[in-house]
């Protein structure tokens, strides 16, 4: 069985994954030693960045055995595509402007729905294999 569907989210997270670890980096560069454990961008940085790797490895290794059990394809893109809208949704909406926490609020209640509607699928196949 080939695993077709879950590589363009895997590839898009992955580029996110980089960005993500970039804007720690430039932070770390920033504060240069002093003040990493104070200074709130650094921060929030490494936060976003720590939500991103907590989440994002589950969620996609749920896609790829739903995909080799055969989930129909309009559900592996919808599961996808909602997981990389959850993220950027999380990862912008942590930054401190008006309206952000609302974003990121959403944000991490789509990467649970996903995870969960996932998570289920697999359930789901399991018990359709043992009938």
């Known amino acids: 069985m080939t695993i077709h569907t879950t590589l363009i989210y895997a590839g898009l997270l992955g580029l996110l994954l980089v960005v993500l670890s970039f ?16 200074d709130r961008g650094m921060r929030r940085a490494e936060r976003i960045l720590s939500s991103f790797v907590e989440y994002v490895p589950l969620a996609l290794i749920l896609l790829v055995l739903i995909e080799m059990r055969g989930a129909p394809i309009v559900i592996l893109h919808t599961l996808g ?5 959850a993220r950027l949704m999380h990862a912008y909406g942590s930054n401190p402007f008006q309206g952000a926490g609302i ?15 996932a998570s289920m699928a697999c359930v789901f196949y399991y018990g359709l294999s043992r009938v």
């Open 23 to 38: 804007n720690v980096m430039q932070n770390w560069v920033r504060v240069t030693g002093k003040g990493l454990e104070t």
């Open 81 to 85: 595509s909602a997981l990389v809208a």
């Open 103 to 117: 974003m990121r609020f959403f944000g991490a209640q789509l990467t649970f729905i996903v995870l969960a509607t």
